[in-house]
């Protein structure tokens, strides 16, 4: 079946580091990537999104990045901060026909003071 | 900002009763989804609709039924709890394809 994520359970950094969170997919004809974040006892908030006709987008601390070839995502945040603590997951969206919405089972990440 | 409002944050049942999830959206759109989330497995797809009285399965329809009356309102049913419905329970939204899904809070429910 199709999978999305190659997770680490949990990451830790420290507060002020740059974080790098990854995921890979397993469908090339995904064409539409979505961070998400989701903070203890709420739900999935969206973070950035990127599609396949792009290999970067930037936001306020946060860069995604979309490598094709190796079929791969990354989330980087820049200067983490205690807020960032939570469960980070990608998304990826099969457009063509019967449009799907794969989940990955996310990556903790726990911000060290 | 898209508002999802899911009607309860906690909810404790029996095994065989009758479970009402109710999800309200305040944005107009289309599209509605019921998810369940469980440890280890991310999100699973339970049921879609993509307009009024509109509906189809997702991934795990077993023991789920939904209603969507309305177009801000999507409804999840369990028909008759079992132990393996406990779960947090998600619904989202979206305006269409190729668009971020917009999610509620969830209903963490517990059937004993």
């Given at each position: 079946g199709e999978s999305v994520g190659l997770h680490l359970p949990t990451l830790s950094v420290q507060e002020g580091d740059n974080s790098i969170i990854n995921c890979a997919y397993s469908n090339s004809a995904s064409d539409?990537?979505?961070?998400?974040?989701?903070?203890?006892?709420?739900?999935?908030?969206?973070?950035?999104?990127?599609?396949?006709?792009?290999?970067k987008r930037q936001g306020q601390r946060v860069t995604v990045l979309l490598n094709?070839?190796?079929?791969?995502?990354?989330?980087?945040i820049?200067?983490?901060?205690?807020?960032?603590?939570?469960?980070?997951?990608?998304?990826?969206?099969?457009?063509?026909?019967?449009?799907?919405?794969?989940?990955g089972t996310g990556t903790r990440l726990k911000v060290l003071a | 900002?898209?508002?999802?409002?899911?009607?309860?944050?906690?909810?404790?049942?029996?095994t065989g009763e009758k479970v009402f999830l109710e999800c309200v959206q305040d944005m107009d759109h289309e599209n509605m989804f019921w998810y369940r989330q469980d440890p280890g497995l991310g999100l699973r797809l339970i049921y879609f609709s993509y307009d009024v009285k509109m509906?189809?399965?997702?991934?795990?329809?077993?023991?789920?039924?939904?209603?969507?009356?309305?177009?801000?309102?999507?409804?999840?049913?369990?028909?008759?709890?079992?132990?393996?419905?406990?779960?947090?329970?998600?619904?989202?939204?979206?305006?269409?394809?190729?668009?971020?899904?917009?999610?509620?809070?969830?209903?963490?429910l517990t059937v004993t």
């Open positions: 539409y990537f979505i961070w998400y974040k989701q903070e203890s006892g709420k739900g999935p908030q969206f973070i950035i999104d990127i599609r396949s006709n792009m290999d094709k070839t190796v079929k791969h995502l990354s989330l980087q820049a200067a983490t901060q205690p807020g960032d603590s939570a469960v980070y997951f990608c998304a990826e969206i099969l457009t063509s026909g019967t449009y799907k919405y794969i989940f | 900002d898209v508002k999802v409002t899911q009607s309860s944050r906690y909810l404790v049942k029996r509906k189809e399965k997702g991934d795990i329809p077993e023991g789920y039924s939904v209603s969507r009356e309305k177009k801000e309102r999507f409804s999840l049913i369990l028909e008759s709890a079992s132990t393996n419905q406990t779960s947090m329970y998600l619904c989202a939204t979206t305006p269409g394809v190729g668009s971020p899904l917009h999610f509620g809070n969830g209903t963490r």
